[in-house]
C-alpha cells in the first residue's frame, strides 16, 4: 500500500511477492503497470500472430530452435517499426491490410502480415526469374 500525494489517496496492490522495502514495492508496481504490454507480446508470440502454439515438432531439442527462431522473428518484426523509415513502415501496414480507417490496428499483427506478402510475392518472383513460364509450347489458333 502506498499514499499518492498528488491524488490524496491510497494505492494498494495485492500480490504474493513478500515485498520487505521500497524498492520491492516499486519494482513490482512497475512490473504490474506493463502487463498489458507484455500479454499483448505474448498473444502476438502465440496465438494471433505467429503462432507458436501451433508446433507441431517432437523433441525437446526442435522446440528450442523453433522458439529461437519465432523469437528472432518477434523482434524483428517489433525493431523495424522503430528502426526502419516511417515511409517504409506505412507501406508495409497498407500492403498488411492497413486502410488508415481510426479502426484499424496499428499493431505488429498488421506489419507481420505486410512482410508475408512481401515473401509471398517475393518466392514466385525469385522461381520465374529462375525458370520463365514456358509460353514458348502454346501454339496460335
Do not use: C
Amino acid at each position: 500500500m502506498a499514499h499518492d500525494p498528488v491524488r490524496d489517496r491510497d494505492r494498494v496492490l495485492l500480490t504474493n511477492l513478500p515485498i520487505v522495502r521500497k524498492a520491492d514495492a516499486i519494482t513490482v508496481y512497475t512490473d504490474w503497470r506493463f502487463r498489458p504490454r507484455i500479454e499483448h507480446t505474448d498473444r502476438f508470440d502465440q496465438e494471433d500472430g505467429l503462432q507458436i502454439e501451433d508446433i507441431r515438432v517432437q523433441t525437446l531439442e526442435r522446440m528450442r530452435r523453433l522458439f529461437v527462431l519465432v523469437l528472432l522473428a518477434a523482434l524483428f518484426v517489433s525493431h523495424i517499426d522503430t528502426t526502419w523509415p516511417h515511409e517504409t513502415v506505412l507501406w508495409l501496414r497498407r500492403l498488411g491490410g492497413k486502410l488508415r480507417q481510426h479502426s484499424d490496428l496499428d499493431g505488429p499483427y498488421v506489419r507481420l502480415a505486410g512482410i508475408g506478402a512481401v515473401l509471398v510475392t517475393r518466392a514466385p518472383l525469385a522461381f520465374a526469374a529462375h525458370d520463365p513460364f514456358p509460353h514458348h509450347v502454346f501454339g496460335y489458333g
